[in-house]
T-cell receptor
């Protein structure tokens, strides 16, 4: 089982460029999430989708947009990348959004110059 | 691998010893707690969870203890192995919210 698959694994952008990070899960989960992880810190929630057709802001949504394309896929878009968005981005999914373990992909390592 | 956890607290144990990783959570209204393990270059891996109506839950070689009085969560790993070396995160779910809040993590180093 693939679980949660993120693409690309690595990316380097220049300031001002745009990019979409892709995430797909094959566990038939209803809820999906995007986090960022910076050195010495835990994961911080950017956006989440409790169910297909809904999206909500998390702790650090500024500079990002998301699309829940279908039940399997949840993408994260940087419209105009900034150096402060250099981070490791993780996608996760869970059966529901309440009191369920989230299952994570292996991340996208994004550097913005 | 990426430089996750540059300034994390570190617990160093000998192979075969038991490890205890502690976490203080922030909100007395949190009703669900979870522990993750993260190895270098990988995403967080679910270890064990516990709901607020429980004090203790056991898995394979792991036990989670919840003390709601002092808002403290711990993860005990029995007979620690080199493969247990990783960063461990606790996370809490505030009742009524739809997402987890993560702690900053503890690095476990297992000495052979």
């Amino acid at each position: 089982n693939a679980g949660v698959t993120q693409t690309p694994k690595f990316q380097v952008l220049k300031t001002g460029q745009s990019m979409t990070l892709q995430c797909a899960q094959d566990m038939n989960h209803n809820s999906m999430y995007w986090y960022r992880q910076d050195p010495g810190m835990g994961l911080r929630l950017i956006y989440y989708s409790a169910s297909e057709g809904t999206t909500d802001k998390g702790e650090v949504p500024n500079g990002y947009n998301v699309s829940r394309l279908n039940k399997r896929e949840f993408s994260l878009r940087l419209e105009s990348a900034a150096p402060s968005q250099t981070s490791v981005y993780f996608c996760a999914s869970s059966e529901s959004s309440a009191n369920q373990p989230q299952h994570f992909g292996d991340g996208t390592r994004l550097s913005i110059l | 691998g990426e430089s996750v956890g540059l300034h994390l607290p570190t617990l160093s144990v000998q192979e075969g010893d038991n490890s205890i990783i502690n976490c203080a959570y922030s909100n007395s209204a949190s009703d669900y707690f979870i522990w993750y393990k993260q190895e270098s270059g990988k995403g967080p891996q679910f270890i064990i969870d516990i709901r607020s109506n429980m004090d203790k839950r056991q898995g394979q070689r792991v036990t989670v203890l919840l003390n709601k009085t002092v808002k403290h969560l711990s993860l005990q790993i029995a007979a620690t192995q080199p493969g247990d070396s990783a960063v461990y995160f606790c996370a809490e779910n505030l009742a009524g919210r739809r997402a987890l809040t993560f702690g900053s993590g503890t690095r476990l180093q297992v000495q052979p």
